[in-house]
């Protein structure tokens, strides 16, 4: 319990939202060019955090899917700036410790030919912490 | 020396909670001049102000010290009690040891040395206190509306009803307001001219109510029962007195693209207008900025075919200074402008409407004569989307107005049960964040929309509007099934927010009546004075005060006259005897204190005095109106020379208590 306190203020101060101001209009939702690919849209995003769900959401492919592209920030009505969440949540997953998202045994099957080696040890270093 | 007695007050346990009260009333007991102290249950009662009645008589007291509320509260309750034993009321002080004291502190010991020394600091003022007598001042008894539209005109009907005298003055050519430009009106759908007309006609015909139509308020000078006024009649280039209002050069004139604000410019008008079929008073208005004979010197049709001889191209504006006992505001409010939401598409497409001009596409004296149209090609429109909520309920700035705006969730069921009604081939959807319709029958009146016409409410936003093809295509959420729609709609309905109109703002600082961060004229008390502006002598009627339906504009606005008629009634107001003066041997006619006088009340005179070695001099002085000043005090800090004084808060006293609160 303490712990899921505990990760939601770290959320809330990493992304700088009050969640407590959304209204629950799903203008964030409605705007969402993403919605298709998200399994968690922006208004739910808000409001998991403000009831302290963060678990889901950072298990979620969401956090992947969502473009960035701050349509949600630009239209909501509150200034909540839902995709600021998304943000803290994605990074949130990144700076964990043990939950790496780049495993050494993985690598060579993501191998490609194209890709330049410095991205794929710039990655290493930044996903697996 | 002063006889003064102390009555420490309890409030219960809202001060003796955390307040020593008997320990207060002993310790003042020793101040110089208390001859009685004693602390009280609640003073307020009518077994408190016994006590004080009965102690004035017994000890003789010459003044009284009373620590208990806020003075707002029952200081006048206390200065009656001592007035009926025949203390001065202006014997009377109170410290307020409640609010500035026992509700800010927890600490009992702190708490009960803070109210000893407000009680010290009223002590040392009531020695200084001279008993002041309060002068009287006549009312003028007509009373001034300002808008006229719903609020206005039944504000005015209610007070000449009384028998007063009132004029209205209303910007536009014609009383009416938005209620002129509405279709049907919730809950009961009757048609807004049919019940509005016979009121704009009764106030036309009312003897005793005066209509300045395309008149503004220019300038406000005085007080509560005397306001001298200035009213501006803007040319509207037309003799309003002989005039028929026949309406022909309104058919003849050659200026025929003027937008027509009637019909929100959704059709044109031209250059000489009347307004609608009903407007009052119904005279002809020529429109400057659009007048060719106006702007060039060559035309002059409507001239020629006014059989009545009404025109008249070199009418200048005129000025009319009146007197008034009362002012009532009734400006009213607007729908936002839409342009900062570029969402919603409503500076691209003609088919995304306000709801106010959705209201004229439904009328039968609108652009389409009542048959719905979209406005971009005149079909029929087959899917409909409203959207409620536009521009209210924001964080404010830049994003919006963050009240509800209480009057669309209505309009809105409206709307959409009148189009399901008079085209059941049409889809509607209503885009909803809440409904909010408490109100008389209003709830029900939405579940009609729902459940009898089969309107598709959505618990969602509308995200985005993109006009394609000829359809819009609309993108919003449902949350209730956590879906994202696309509708392809035909029109799209914005429920714009409201807000005050854009004269209000100036008008309150020509009436010195305050405002909310959001231009709302403000109350004396939101609950109980909530038609009554702080002002003296200003009143509120309408929209001008905050978000509501017509039957709340109407029932307000007969409060506001009853208010009006209470104070037309009387022929005195007795005025505030605390006023300024100046001390004339003091005063060197600096004119400070004449420029920061927020009420006008200061004058300068030349005087003669009398000079050393029998010589005389002329000095300008400074003179205060007592009926004009409010007692606000702004001279008295001007005054680089110490002349400007105020009754009952002297320099003198005020310092008395800075020194009781210091020692
Ligand atoms: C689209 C829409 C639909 C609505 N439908 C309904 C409904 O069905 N039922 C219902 O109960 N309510 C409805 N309302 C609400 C209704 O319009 C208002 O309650 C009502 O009009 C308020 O009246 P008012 O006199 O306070 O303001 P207004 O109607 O705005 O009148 C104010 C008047 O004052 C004048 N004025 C403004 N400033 C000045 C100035 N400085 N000097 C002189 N004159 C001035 C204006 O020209 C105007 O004539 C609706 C509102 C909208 C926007
Ligand atoms: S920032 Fe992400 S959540 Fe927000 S609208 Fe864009 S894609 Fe959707
Ligand atoms: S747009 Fe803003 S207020 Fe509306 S649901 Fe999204 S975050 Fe909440
Ligand atoms: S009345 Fe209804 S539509 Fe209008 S702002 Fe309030 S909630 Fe929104
Ligand atoms: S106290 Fe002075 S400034 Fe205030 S109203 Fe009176 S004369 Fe004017």
Redo the contacts with the bound molecule.
Sequence with gaps: MENKQQLTEQILRMSGVNARKCMRCGKCTATCPSFDEMEYHPHQFVYMVEKGDIEPLMKSESLYTCLTCFACVERCPRNVEPAKLVEAVRLAVIREQGANHLKPQDLPELWDEDLPQQAIVSAFRKYSK | MQKIGVFVCWCGSNIAGTVDVHAVAETLKKEPGVVFSTDYQYMCSEAGQNLIKDSIKEYGLTGVVICSCSPRMHENTFRKAAQSVGLNPYMVEVANIREQCSWIHKDMATATEKAVILGRAAIAKVHLNAPLTAGESPVVKRALVIGGGIAGIQTALDIAEAGFEVDIVEKSPTIGGKMAQIDKTFPTLDCAACILTPKMVEAAQQEKIKIYSYSEVDEVKGFVGNFSVKIRRKARYVNEDICTGCGVCTEKCPQKKVPNEFNLGMDNRRAIYIPFAQAVPKVATIDPNYCTMLKTGKCGVCSKVCTAKAIDYTQKDEFVEAQYGAIVVATGFNPISLEKYDEFAYSQSPDVVTSLEYERLMNAAGPTSGTLLRPSDLTHPKTIVFVQCVGSRCDGGDKGKPYCSKVCCMYTAKHAMLTREKYPDTDVYVFYIDVRTPGKNFDEFYRRAVEDYGVHYIKGMVGKVVPQDGKLKVQASDLLSNEQLHIDADMVVLAAAIEPDKTARPLATMLTASMDTNDFFTEAHPKLRPVESPTAGVFLSGMCQGPKDIPETVSQASAAAAKVIGLLAKDKLTCNPC??HSDEQLCNGCSS?EK????G??TYQDKEFRMPNRTVAVRRVAS?NPAV???????TVACPSGA?D?NGFSNRQIMAEVDAICK
């Design positions: 006023v300024a204190c920061v006088c927020p009420y009340a200061i205060v000043c409010q007692g606000c005090g702004a001279c400007m105020l």
